[in-house]
């Protein structure tokens, strides 16, 4: 590809039978240009080790105080279980 087709690629934007033109009319052997820009597609790309629209980054949430009270109440609770030598593993209290 010469410099004026390249200039003409990057001033405008390319329709879907444009771009498949130019894709079947590429060679795959040829070594990538020095100065190749990456493709990301239509995310924010962070810098992580994978893409955003391949694997998003989760989003934590705050969580309200009756939330909070329900968690430290339930491992508190297994917690004393396990304290006292009991065994809920199949639903029921019994020996362990």
């Known amino acids: 590809m010469d410099e004026s087709e390249t200039t003409a690629i990057n001033s405008s934007a390319l329709n879907d ?5 130019l894709a ?7 070594p ?6 990456p493709w990301y ?3 924010n790309f962070h ?5 955003d629209w391949y694997m998003p980054r ?3 949430t705050t969580r ?5 009270i329900v968690i430290v109440s339930i ?3 297994f917690l004393i279980i396990d304290a006292f030598g009991l065994c809920i593993t199949s639903g029921f209290l019994s020996l362990a």
């Not at 079947?24 to 040829?30: I, K, Q």
């Not at 990538?32 to 820009?37: G, Q, S």
């Not at 810098?47 to 893409?51: D, N, Q, V």
């Not at 309200?64 to 909070?68: C, P």
């Open 75 to 77: 491992v508190a609770a």
């Open 24 to 30: 079947l009319a590429a060679d795959p052997n040829e």
């Open 47 to 51: 810098g992580g080790l994978l893409p």
């Open 17 to 21: 039978e444009e771009l498949a033109d």
């Open 64 to 68: 309200g105080r009756a939330t909070k």
């Open 58 to 60: 989760p989003v934590a």
């Open 41 to 43: 597609g239509n995310s």
């Open 32 to 37: 990538l240009d020095n100065d190749a820009v």
